[in-house]
Protein backbone atom coordinates (compact mmCIF):
# COMPACT_ATOMS: atom_id res chain seq x y z
CA UNK A 1 0.00 0.00 0.00
CA UNK A 2 1.02 3.31 -1.28
CA UNK A 3 1.88 6.39 1.47
CA UNK A 4 -1.19 8.54 -0.04
CA UNK A 5 -3.33 5.13 0.17
CA UNK A 6 -2.39 4.28 3.51
CA UNK A 7 -3.00 8.04 5.28
CA UNK A 8 -6.33 8.13 3.47
CA UNK A 9 -7.38 4.80 5.42
CA UNK A 10 -5.34 6.19 8.67
CA UNK A 11 -7.82 9.39 8.04
CA UNK A 12 -10.98 7.36 7.95
CA UNK A 13 -10.29 5.08 11.31
CA UNK A 14 -9.60 8.24 12.76
CA UNK A 15 -12.70 9.61 11.55
CA UNK A 16 -14.68 6.38 13.26
CA UNK A 17 -13.08 7.38 16.23
CA UNK A 18 -13.45 10.64 16.60
CA UNK A 19 -17.33 9.75 15.63
CA UNK A 20 -16.91 7.24 18.79
CA UNK A 21 -15.74 9.52 21.20
CA UNK A 22 -18.41 12.17 20.32
CA UNK A 23 -21.40 9.34 21.01
CA UNK A 24 -19.29 8.25 23.89
CA UNK A 25 -19.13 11.25 25.35
CA UNK A 26 -23.29 11.76 25.16
CA UNK A 27 -23.43 8.21 26.89
CA UNK A 28 -21.09 9.17 29.67
CA UNK A 29 -23.25 12.16 30.47
CA UNK A 30 -26.56 10.36 30.70
CA UNK A 31 -27.52 10.53 34.36
CA UNK A 32 -27.74 6.85 35.08
CA UNK A 33 -23.81 7.16 34.68
CA UNK A 34 -23.30 9.80 36.93
CA UNK A 35 -23.16 6.89 40.04
CA UNK A 36 -20.92 4.67 38.32
CA UNK A 37 -21.30 2.12 41.26
CA UNK A 38 -24.83 2.10 40.84
CA UNK A 39 -24.26 1.63 36.69
CA UNK A 40 -22.02 -1.20 37.56
CA UNK A 41 -24.45 -2.84 39.68
CA UNK A 42 -26.93 -2.61 37.74
CA UNK A 43 -24.71 -3.88 34.65
CA UNK A 44 -23.99 -6.98 36.73
CA UNK A 45 -27.29 -7.74 37.70
CA UNK A 46 -27.16 -6.91 41.13
CA UNK A 47 -30.12 -8.42 43.05
CA UNK A 48 -31.43 -9.50 46.41
CA UNK A 49 -32.65 -12.99 47.48
CA UNK A 50 -35.25 -12.70 50.58
CA UNK A 51 -35.92 -16.02 52.73
CA UNK A 52 -39.17 -15.49 54.77
CA UNK A 53 -38.41 -17.83 57.75
CA UNK A 54 -42.63 -17.76 58.77
CA UNK A 55 -43.73 -19.23 55.47
CA UNK A 56 -40.76 -20.76 53.77
CA UNK A 57 -41.15 -18.27 50.93
CA UNK A 58 -38.44 -16.94 48.57
CA UNK A 59 -38.63 -13.26 47.03
CA UNK A 60 -36.11 -11.64 44.88
CA UNK A 61 -35.45 -8.02 44.47
CA UNK A 62 -34.12 -6.56 41.46
CA UNK A 63 -33.76 -2.92 41.41
CA UNK A 64 -33.61 -1.10 38.22
CA UNK A 65 -33.77 2.97 37.62
CA UNK A 66 -37.43 4.65 36.21
CA UNK A 67 -38.48 3.25 32.91
CA UNK A 68 -38.26 6.67 30.85
CA UNK A 69 -34.66 7.09 31.93
CA UNK A 70 -33.44 4.03 30.69
CA UNK A 71 -35.41 4.44 26.99
CA UNK A 72 -33.21 8.23 26.55
CA UNK A 73 -30.14 5.78 28.00
CA UNK A 74 -31.29 2.80 25.19
CA UNK A 75 -31.30 5.85 22.53
CA UNK A 76 -28.02 7.23 23.07
CA UNK A 77 -26.11 3.94 23.40
CA UNK A 78 -28.02 2.44 20.31
CA UNK A 79 -25.67 3.43 17.11
CA UNK A 80 -22.78 1.86 19.09
CA UNK A 81 -24.50 -1.76 19.27
CA UNK A 82 -25.47 -1.62 15.59
CA UNK A 83 -22.86 -2.55 13.20
CA UNK A 84 -24.75 -0.63 10.33
CA UNK A 85 -23.86 2.53 11.97
CA UNK A 86 -20.20 4.44 12.02
CA UNK A 87 -20.05 4.82 15.45
CA UNK A 88 -20.76 0.73 15.89
CA UNK A 89 -18.29 -0.80 18.80
CA UNK A 90 -16.56 -3.21 16.23
CA UNK A 91 -16.00 -0.58 13.95
CA UNK A 92 -14.30 1.50 16.28
CA UNK A 93 -11.90 -1.39 17.64
CA UNK A 94 -10.50 -2.17 14.10
CA UNK A 95 -9.93 1.39 14.04
CA UNK A 96 -8.26 1.78 16.69
CA UNK A 97 -6.09 -1.42 16.07
CA UNK A 98 -5.07 0.18 12.86
CA UNK A 99 -3.86 3.04 14.35
CA UNK A 100 -2.02 1.98 16.99
CA UNK A 101 -0.22 -0.91 14.99
CA UNK A 102 3.40 -0.46 15.10
CA UNK A 103 3.89 2.14 17.67
CA UNK A 104 5.77 2.25 20.64
CA UNK A 105 3.87 1.24 23.70
CA UNK A 106 0.51 0.35 21.52
CA UNK A 107 -0.58 -2.79 23.42
CA UNK A 108 -3.13 -4.80 21.11
CA UNK A 109 -4.10 -7.13 24.50
CA UNK A 110 -6.11 -4.24 25.56
CA UNK A 111 -7.74 -4.09 22.17
CA UNK A 112 -8.29 -7.92 22.29
CA UNK A 113 -9.73 -7.35 25.99
CA UNK A 114 -12.44 -4.60 24.95
CA UNK A 115 -13.48 -6.68 22.62
CA UNK A 116 -14.05 -10.28 24.39
CA UNK A 117 -16.11 -7.71 26.50
CA UNK A 118 -17.92 -6.17 23.88
CA UNK A 119 -18.88 -9.91 22.94
CA UNK A 120 -20.54 -10.63 26.63
CA UNK A 121 -22.59 -7.40 25.30
CA UNK A 122 -23.90 -9.17 22.45
CA UNK A 123 -24.29 -13.15 23.00
CA UNK A 124 -24.88 -15.13 20.19
CA UNK A 125 -28.80 -15.41 18.90
CA UNK A 126 -30.28 -18.03 21.68
CA UNK A 127 -27.32 -17.52 23.79
CA UNK A 128 -28.18 -15.73 27.71
CA UNK A 129 -25.85 -12.51 28.56
CA UNK A 130 -26.50 -13.97 32.09
CA UNK A 131 -29.90 -15.54 33.27
CA UNK A 132 -32.71 -17.41 32.09
CA UNK A 133 -36.27 -17.19 32.72
CA UNK A 134 -39.27 -19.36 32.87
CA UNK A 135 -42.76 -19.19 33.25
CA UNK A 136 -45.56 -21.73 33.12
CA UNK A 137 -48.67 -20.66 32.72
CA UNK A 138 -51.76 -22.65 33.81
CA UNK A 139 -52.70 -24.09 30.82
CA UNK A 140 -49.75 -24.78 29.36
CA UNK A 141 -48.27 -28.16 29.04
CA UNK A 142 -44.65 -27.30 29.24
CA UNK A 143 -43.13 -23.79 30.97
CA UNK A 144 -42.05 -21.10 28.44
CA UNK A 145 -38.30 -20.20 28.42
CA UNK A 146 -36.00 -16.83 27.45
CA UNK A 147 -32.85 -15.75 27.73
CA UNK A 148 -32.22 -12.26 29.36
CA UNK A 149 -30.65 -11.19 25.56
CA UNK A 150 -34.03 -11.96 24.06
CA UNK A 151 -36.23 -10.36 26.63
CA UNK A 152 -34.05 -7.84 26.63
CA UNK A 153 -34.21 -7.30 22.88
CA UNK A 154 -37.92 -7.94 23.01
CA UNK A 155 -38.57 -4.70 25.03
CA UNK A 156 -35.92 -2.80 23.25
CA UNK A 157 -37.37 -3.45 20.05
CA UNK A 158 -40.83 -4.29 20.75
CA UNK A 159 -41.63 -1.93 23.38
CA UNK A 160 -39.39 0.89 22.48
CA UNK A 161 -37.72 1.48 19.66
CA UNK A 162 -39.47 -0.23 17.09
CA UNK A 163 -43.18 -1.77 17.17
CA UNK A 164 -41.52 -5.49 15.90
CA UNK A 165 -44.31 -7.76 16.51
CA UNK A 166 -41.37 -10.97 16.10
CA UNK A 167 -39.69 -9.58 18.74
CA UNK A 168 -42.12 -8.59 21.24
CA UNK A 169 -43.70 -12.26 20.83
CA UNK A 170 -40.49 -13.70 21.71
CA UNK A 171 -40.84 -11.92 24.99
CA UNK A 172 -44.55 -11.67 25.20
CA UNK A 173 -45.11 -14.92 28.49
CA UNK A 174 -42.95 -12.73 30.70
CA UNK A 175 -45.20 -9.30 30.49
CA UNK A 176 -43.29 -5.91 29.90
CA UNK A 177 -41.85 -6.02 33.43
CA UNK A 178 -39.54 -9.18 32.82
CA UNK A 179 -38.56 -7.59 29.71
CA UNK A 180 -37.46 -4.25 31.10
CA UNK A 181 -36.14 -5.69 33.87
CA UNK A 182 -33.57 -7.79 31.25
CA UNK A 183 -32.87 -4.44 29.09
CA UNK A 184 -32.50 -2.26 31.66
CA UNK A 185 -29.36 -4.83 32.43
CA UNK A 186 -28.16 -5.07 28.69
CA UNK A 187 -28.39 -0.99 28.28
CA UNK A 188 -26.05 -0.65 31.83
CA UNK A 189 -23.33 -3.30 30.49
CA UNK A 190 -23.48 -1.43 27.19
CA UNK A 191 -23.08 1.80 28.74
CA UNK A 192 -20.01 0.55 31.22
CA UNK A 193 -18.42 -0.74 27.54
CA UNK A 194 -18.87 2.69 25.86
CA UNK A 195 -17.07 4.29 28.88
CA UNK A 196 -14.25 1.81 29.16
CA UNK A 197 -13.63 1.87 25.38
CA UNK A 198 -13.58 5.93 25.88
CA UNK A 199 -11.33 5.71 28.46
CA UNK A 200 -9.17 3.89 26.98
CA UNK A 201 -9.08 6.12 23.69
CA UNK A 202 -8.59 8.97 25.64
CA UNK A 203 -5.61 7.17 27.72
CA UNK A 204 -3.71 6.42 23.95
CA UNK A 205 -4.78 10.35 23.13
CA UNK A 206 -2.64 11.14 26.03
CA UNK A 207 0.13 8.66 25.52
CA UNK A 208 0.61 10.27 22.16
CA UNK A 209 -0.71 7.06 19.78
CA UNK A 210 -3.49 8.31 18.79
CA UNK A 211 -3.53 11.92 17.29
CA UNK A 212 -7.62 13.41 17.27
CA UNK A 213 -9.53 15.89 16.84
CA UNK A 214 -9.38 18.44 19.99
CA UNK A 215 -12.84 19.67 19.25
CA UNK A 216 -13.99 15.86 19.65
CA UNK A 217 -13.07 16.01 23.45
CA UNK A 218 -14.56 20.12 23.85
CA UNK A 219 -17.28 20.18 21.55
CA UNK A 220 -20.95 20.47 23.67
CA UNK A 221 -22.68 17.12 23.43
CA UNK A 222 -25.73 17.37 25.45
CA UNK A 223 -28.23 20.37 26.30
CA UNK A 224 -26.64 22.32 29.09
CA UNK A 225 -29.01 25.72 28.25
CA UNK A 226 -32.99 25.00 28.35
CA UNK A 227 -33.36 28.69 28.77
CA UNK A 228 -30.68 30.45 26.78
CA UNK A 229 -31.26 33.79 25.74
CA UNK A 230 -29.59 35.40 22.60
CA UNK A 231 -29.56 39.24 21.45
CA UNK A 232 -31.02 39.12 18.05
CA UNK A 233 -32.41 41.25 15.02
CA UNK A 234 -35.66 40.40 13.45
CA UNK A 235 -37.48 41.47 10.28
CA UNK A 236 -41.02 41.23 8.68
CA UNK A 237 -42.56 40.83 5.43
CA UNK A 238 -45.41 39.92 3.68
CA UNK A 239 -46.65 36.30 3.70
CA UNK A 240 -44.54 34.96 0.59
CA UNK A 241 -41.82 37.34 0.07
CA UNK A 242 -38.90 35.66 -1.24
CA UNK A 243 -36.25 34.71 2.35
CA UNK A 244 -32.92 37.03 1.16
CA UNK A 245 -30.03 34.04 -0.20
CA UNK A 246 -27.14 36.55 0.04
CA UNK A 247 -24.99 37.59 2.88
CA UNK A 248 -26.68 38.34 5.83
CA UNK A 249 -26.17 42.47 7.51
CA UNK A 250 -28.98 45.06 6.95
CA UNK A 251 -32.09 44.36 6.53
CA UNK A 252 -33.33 41.76 3.69
CA UNK A 253 -35.26 43.18 0.59
CA UNK A 254 -39.05 42.69 1.03
CA UNK A 255 -39.01 43.24 4.75
CA UNK A 256 -38.56 45.82 7.15
CA UNK A 257 -37.10 45.70 11.23
CA UNK A 258 -39.51 44.54 13.45
CA UNK A 259 -41.00 46.56 15.84
CA UNK A 260 -43.82 46.37 18.28
CA UNK A 261 -45.39 49.37 17.59
CA UNK A 262 -45.98 47.68 14.04
CA UNK A 263 -48.06 44.48 14.73
Known amino acids: MDEVKREELA ?11 LRARRVAQHSLAADQKALLALAQGSMTLEFDHSTG ?5 RPVPDEETTESAAARVRPILLNSEPVYWGKTLKALSYLGHGKP ?5 AIRDLREIWKKVQPPAGKARAYYVQVQKEDAPKPTAATDNALGLAWFYGDVVHADLLRRAEGDAFGINERYRAAAMLVAIAMV ?3 MTLNLIIKLRAEGILKLSEDVFT ?25 PDGPLGGIPEGFEAFHPDKI
Do not use: Y
Open 193 to 195: STI
Open 57 to 61: KQFLT
Open 11 to 21: GLHRATVEAFV
Open 105 to 109: DFRDE
Open 219 to 243: EDVVVSNLQERQETEVFMGDVGTPL
